[in-house]
């Protein structure tokens, strides 16, 4: 049998004795056997504690005025280890076997056992005694030191008998512990840890006396289930032969099923390592291929979790079937994938490609479950190793990193590990960390560049951007910032400081006196986070600025289905308030012409990629959106222009408004209005 101690055992808390009994061993069985390995552990407690006694009266010797308490000491400490070594050997006395002895010589053998451990702790006691009062620190903490190495010995040695070796553990924890406290020297820190140890100690014998007690059930078990198949092998040899097939197949079930992912029947990460181990062959290499389902979250949240568990063991099969021969599959978590396949030293990487690629084209047919026809598909990552156990685990993360890098790229696509994607991982984490800190350590700060009018050349409006200084990192581009801010969480902070400092000095600087407005950024999660526009308005009045005077500026992201009614709501509020709304990078995001109708919007910014092209294409993206623009009665803003020509032939395309560096670049405060007084605190990035 494989399993002795079920759940219940291990969970309740019933004494060993009574677990054994349940699981099928007799407790009159096992407490003989457990005093028969008590009386064989003896030896080793009597020749410690003569040792360590001897020890202990030399030191104490040399270090008092008399001799006389030690030699007294160490002479009762070498007659009582005599005695105990007699009665554990002695014909007719210790030797007899617990086992075969009848119940009043077995209780008789087991209080000798007592007995002798008993009095071994109180002459230790004495010594405790004596060595505080000997006034010798060195004396004193031997003592003490031995006492905790006696009783840690105690654990193990003594795990057979569960109480006496509890009293014995106590007995030389808690004289120590007490005497320590009511010794004048201030001991009592040492007498503190010394229950503390107690505790422990306890606790460990007690789990020593639990695995010594289930092992010998466990035997117990084996030995009969052996004895009964030996006592029937001549008259029921085919029944042996049907139990050992049905122990057999027992043992490989469960070896399965550590082994494999239930829902999948791939192996899962002990199983893959395992079978990495029964590969490895010296100069053998291999490629490991990470694989993550694309969005498979949004088939759990909208179709169900069963529907996803159909979804994956399909996903499964396929990949199964594509794989080569002598190459392996796990299901490494979640909707998460990994095979290892040998490779060829000079074309593993290549060969990892291709294969990566025929698995993530094995699931591209749509998977159909409950009349329902689901489209899926993977993101790959592949790494080259050794083919060993340590090589391939850290192949596994390399190419981890290479499919979240297969994800950023825009998901469906194989991408091969390279150092850059590690070193990109860690800068992230370290900035991501930094990030978290730099409003409340004023490492942010905003900045203002103007949006002219495209015949006037005058400022209609100034966007604020935010910059980041860290005194460690340097400056950061939002480029890089800003990304990380939305995944991890922090935008929504990031956001508020930024519309809480533009505000302040805007009004400072008195830009709304001129006739300009200024423009904030918001991020979708900013947009829905509750209270955003009542967050807005407030700080608006609080520094004195009209609503009409602020423009937020949004990406297509409003257009989105998920959040589509909740944005709708908030950018009417903002309308309703006198706010204008400008969607920031038009073109480059979400189909979003034919909900553009929809949405209360005053602007669209073309997104300064085209702008910088020039190219007739963009050209063509650009007169588009200006020709959408003005049958919606909307303006246009063209982002990033840098020069003349640039800005002629917006003004020609009938573009709105312009921004970029040939107007200005930004600024804390813009050239063109008066200086504010200084902010305490900023300094200019």
């Not at 002795?4 to 019933?14: I, K, Q, T």
């Not at 608006?540 to 989105?560: K, Q, W, Y």
Request: charged share 20%; aromatic share 6%.
């Amino acid at each position: 049998m494989t399993a002795v101690l079920g759940p219940s055992e291990r969970e309740a808390n019933v004494p060993p004795r009574v677990q054994a009994s349940a699981a099928g061993s007799p407790p009159d069985k096992i407490d003989r056997w457990l005093l028969q390995t008590a009386y064989r552990n003896n030896f080793a407690n009597i020749g410690v504690n003569l040792v360590a006694g001897v020890a202990m009266a030399v030191l104490l010797a040399k270090a008092s005025a008399s001799v006389w308490p030690a030699t007294l000491w160490g002479g009762a400490m070498v007659l009582l280890s005599a005695a105990r070594f007699a009665f554990s050997c002695g014909p007719g006395v210790g030797c007899d076997d617990p086992l075969l002895a009848s119940a009043e010589r077995f209780r008789t053998l087991r209080r000798r056992y007592a007995t002798g451990l008993m009095l071994g702790a109180l002459l230790w006691t004495g010594m405790t005694t004596l060595a505080l009062a000997s006034g010798d620190d060195r004396v004193r903490y031997t003592a003490l030191i031995v006492l905790s190495a006696l009783a840690a010995g105690a654990t193990g040695i003594l795990a057979a008998q569960l109480w006496i070796g509890r009293v014995y553990i106590a007995l030389m924890l808690v004289q120590g512990a007490a005497q320590l406290a009511l010794d004048g020297n201030g001991d009592s820190v040492l007498a503190a840890l010394a229950v503390v140890f107690l505790v422990v100690m306890l606790f460990v014998h007690r789990n020593n006396h639990t695995i010594l007690v289930q092992s010998l059930d466990l035997r117990f078990r084996n030995d009969d289930l052996v004895t009964n198949l030996k006592a029937k092998q001549s008259a029921l040899r085919e029944l042996n032969a049907t139990l050992e097939g049905r122990v057999a197949l027992r043992t490989a079930d469960l070896k399965f099923a550590a082994e494999h992912d239930c829902l999948t029947q791939l192996f899962n990460r002990a199983g893959i390592v395992e079978w990495v181990d029964g590969q490895t062959r010296p100069g053998r290499v291999c490629t490991t291929i990470f694989l993550d389902l694309d969005r498979f979250k949004q088939i759990n949240d909208g179709l169900g979790h069963a529907v996803g568990d159909c979804v994956l063991t399909e996903v499964a099969s396929r990949l199964a079937a594509a794989l080569p021969e002598g190459a392996a599959l796990c299901r490494w978590g979640g909707d998460e994938f990994v095979a290892i396949a040998p490779a060829e030293a000079g074309e593993a990487i290549a060969e990892g490609a291709a294969l990566a690629d025929r698995l993530r084209a094995a699931i591209s047919e749509k998977i159909c479950v409950n009349g329902r026809e689901i489209h899926v598909s993977l993101s790959a990552g592949v790494a080259v190793s050794a083919f060993e156990a340590a090589a391939v685990s850290a192949a596994i993360r390399f190419a981890d990193l290479a499919a979240s890098e297969a994800k950023g790229r825009g998901r469906g696509a194989t991408v091969v590990f390279s150092e850059a994607f590690a070193a990109r991982q860690e800068r992230q984490a370290i900035l991501v960390q930094a990030l978290k800190g730099a409003v409340s350590n004023g490492e942010l700060s905003v900045v203002f560049q103007p949006i002219v009018d495209a015949v006037r050349r005058e400022p209609e409006c100034y966007e604020v951007l935010l910059r980041w200084n860290n005194p460690v990192l340097g400056r950061i581009s939002p480029e890089e910032f800003i990304p990380m801010a939305e995944e991890a969480g922090l935008i929504v902070e990031l956001g508020a400081f930024a519309m809480e400092a533009a505000l302040r000095r805007f009004a400072q600087w008195g830009g709304q006196g001129a006739g300009c407005r200024i423009a904030l950024n918001a991020s979708i999660r900013q947009l829905i986070a509750p209270g955003y526009v009542e967050t807005l308005r407030a700080a608006a009045a609080r520094h004195g600025i009209p609503p009409s005077a602020i423009v937020v500026e949004v990406t297509e992201t409003i257009f989105a289905d998920t959040y589509l009614d909740l944005t709708h709501r908030v950018l009417r509020q903002l309308q309703d308030l006198g706010i204008d709304i400008h969607i920031d990078d038009f073109g480059t995001g979400f189909s979003s012409l034919s909900r553009l109708h929809e949405m209360p919007v005053q602007a669209i910014k073309i997104d300064q990629s085209f702008v910088r092209r020039m190219d007739p294409q963009a050209v063509a993206i650009i007169e588009g959106s200006v020709s959408i623009a003005e049958k919606f009665g909307i303006a246009t803003v063209a982002e990033g222009v840098e020069t003349e020509a640039q800005a002629d032939l917006l003004r020609a395309m009938r573009v709105t408004y312009l921004q970029g560096y040939l107007f200005g670049r930004p600024e804390i405060v813009p050239g063109k209005l008066a200086a504010p007084p200084s902010e305490p605190g900023r300094s200019a990035p």
